[in-house]
Structure formats: structure tokens, C-alpha cells
């Protein structure tokens, strides 16, 4: 978001532009943590079972042997919410200056996926396959039909309008998480929430509020899901930390706590089928085990926004980064 990036460019450690991708994990110490567990990417709530999951030795380092970060393609305005697409073989991704939503076919192939996108930030699939987008300039939350038209899922909450659906998370059971804070107002004056928001938004059209913090200082941005769909993430780009919560079977969450402290201006997140949480944040993407101990970070050659598990082993991080679309190769699948 282009505020963060006004607040990050003074915190972050400064990043290199240059097209030298190689890059090495700043890996730390594995955690003594609790074997984490692999629910799939097809986790349901009633019958995931996480201590049947797991595995029987020690945790396994997700930084282990990953590959060298690759640039894709750079020239891009503001990139954020990338999302894999299976149907299509393809990663969209939103362009929020560009007013573009793109779409990559692996290795290189990129095309205009849809133009004007509201600015769309983050990006999902709802269960039918249908493509989701958090949009600033529209003030919503839409989703694109089958035949190509685009409706509103969610653009107000008692009568007020959203300030700027940031980034988007769907559970199994059609339940959509998303957070809304006012990154992407042109005018603050033009807020009418006096919060800023995690909603969940359920299978009957029913919106309500996760959390909602003081709009002096906070900053909820990216939102995860665990593989076993029992903890909701959201990190906070003005607090530079991950809240958790714990999700109930009806879909509703409550049990804040601080998951964990990142570097400034952690944004958006991806989750991997072990449990390991990926953060975008100035430094790189940061990456947590399932207890919150630190694994270590990817560094980038820009600042990430946001980043996903891409293609059909699940096992390509793409991130992106600014101007910049990069990938890189790890060991654990992830969630798409």
C-alpha cells in the first residue's frame, strides 16, 4: 500500500534494485518448537485432526535448501495480492496504481487479466473457483462471475462504507475474512468507520467484526488462515507485529494475542501446509514456525508487499515487490 511504503521507506532496511537475484536465507536456528502438522490444502474444520498429521521427528526448516530469488518481471507501478489460479494454470496479481489486475503463465507469460480493478489490493478464490478482490478505489470487497461481470460482496457495515479492503482469506466452508484499513483513501476525511477492521463475512451474507482498532494506531493489513482453518493471522503494519486468533467451528474468532513481532511494516502473508507463517516486511519475508520461534527471512531485492504459493506442486513463493515480480523455489508446499 502506497502509505505504508511512505512509513516503511523511512523505517526498512534499504533495498537493492539492482537485477542481481541471487539471494541466501538469513536462516536462524531451527525452533524448539511443536511438530507442526499437515492438514492439506483441502482442511475442513470438522475433520482436520492436526496430532494425526504430524510428523514424528523434529521440525523441518522451511529455509532448507530453497532456491535463488529469480526476478519475473519488473516496470509494474505498486504490486500486491498475488493468488494462484489452478483452473488456469496462472498467478493474478493486482497492479493497485496500474488500476490492473494481471495474470502471469508460468515461466514468463503475462497479460491483462482485467482493467479498471478498483485498485484491487489483495486477491482470492471463493469455494466455486471465483475470483475475489479487495478493492481500494471502489471501497469493497467483489467477485467476478462466471460470464465476466463483477458484483459487490461486501462495500458496507451498519450503514457505513468500508474505508479500503486491504487483503482477503476464504475458508473451506465459504467463510470470508478480510481486513479494512484506510490505506487506500485518497482523503482520510472520507473514512466513515471510526475502526480499523477484520471482518468476516459469512456463508449467509452476514458481515460482522473480528477486531477493531483505534484508528490512531493500527494498521491491520495481510490475513492467513492455518492449514487446519483453527487460527486466523493478520499482521499490523503500524505495530510491526501478527496477531492470532482462534477460530470457532461457527467461523467467528476471538483470543487475540501477539502472535509474533517482525521487522516494520509486515503486510501481506502466505501460509505453508506445515504451518510456517511467511510475512512480508521490510526486511524480506520473514518466516515463523507454528509456536511464533523465527526460522529466518528471505531478503529481496525490493521491499515485498505481499506474497503466495504458486504452481502445481504448490512449491514456487512468489512475492511482490514494488515495481518488481520475483519467485523462488522451496521444499514445502503451501497453501494456495
Not at 127 to 155: C, F, K, P, Q, W
Request: proline residues 7%; contains cysteine.
Amino acid at each position: 500500500m502506497r502509505h505504508v511504503l511512505l512509513l516503511s521507506a523511512l523505517l526498512a532496511v534499504a533495498c537493492d534494485d539492482d537485477d542481481d537475484t541471487d539471494a541466501i536465507a538469513d536462516v536462524d536456528a531451527g525452533p524448539d518448537a511443536a511438530v507442526p502438522h499437515d492438514a492439506g490444502l483441502d482442511a475442513h474444520l470438522d475433520s482436520a485432526q492436526p496430532d494425526a498429521q504430524a510428523d514424528s521427528g523434529p521440525p523441518r526448516d522451511p529455509l532448507q535448501g530453497i532456491g535463488d530469488v529469480e526476478l519475473v518481471a519488473e516496470g509494474f507501478l505498486f504490486l500486491e495480492g498475488p493468488q494462484w489460479r489452478d483452473d488456469l494454470g496462472a498467478l493474478v496479481f493486482s497492479d493497485i496504481d496500474g488500476d490492473t489486475i494481471y495474470s502471469l503463465t508460468p515461466p514468463s507469460a503475462i497479460e491483462v487479466s482485467r482493467t479498471p480493478s478498483g485498485k484491487s489490493n489483495g486477491l482470492a478464490l471463493d469455494t466455486d473457483g471465483r475470483l475475489l478482490a479487495a478493492e481500494h478505489s471502489n471501497r469493497r470487497v467483489s467477485r467476478t462471475m462466471e460470464d465476466g461481470s463483477i458484483v459487490t460482496v461486501a462495500d458496507r457495515y451498519e450503514g457505513a462504507r468500508l474505508s479500503s479492503p486491504n487483503d482477503i482469506v476464504v475458508r473451506s466452508d465459504g467463510t470470508i475474512y478480510f481486513t479494512d484499513p484506510p490505506y487506500g483513501l485518497a482523503d482520510q476525511r472520507d473514512r466513515e468507520l471510526d475502526f480499523n477492521g477484520v471482518f468476516r463475512l459469512d456463508p449467509a451474507g452476514e458481515l460482522g467484526t473480528i477486531w477493531e482498532g483505534d484508528p490512531s494506531d493500527s494498521g491491520p493489513n495481510g490475513i492467513a488462515l492455518s492449514p487446519d482453518e483453527r487460527m486466523l493471522y493478520v499482521s499490523d503494519s503500524s505495530q510491526a507485529l501478527v496477531r492470532a486468533f482462534d477460530v470457532h467451528p461457527d467461523g467467528t474468532a476471538d483470543g487475540e494475542r501477539i502472535f509474533v513481532e517482525t521487522s516494520p511494516v509486515p503486510d501481506g502473508m502466505a501460509m505453508d501446509r506445515a504451518g510456517n507463517l511467511f510475512v512480508s516486511t521490510s526486511a524480506g519475508i520473514e518466516v515463523f514456525a507454528p509456536d511464533g520461534a523465527r526460522w529466518g527471512t528471505i531478503p529481496v531485492p525490493r521491499e515485498p508487499a505481499n506474497c503466495a504459493f504458486a504452481g502445481p506442486d504448490a512449491k514456487t513463493l512468489y512475492v511482490t515487490a514494488v515495481e518488481g515480480l520475483y519467485r523462488v523455489d522451496l521444499a514445502i508446499a503451501g497453501l494456495l
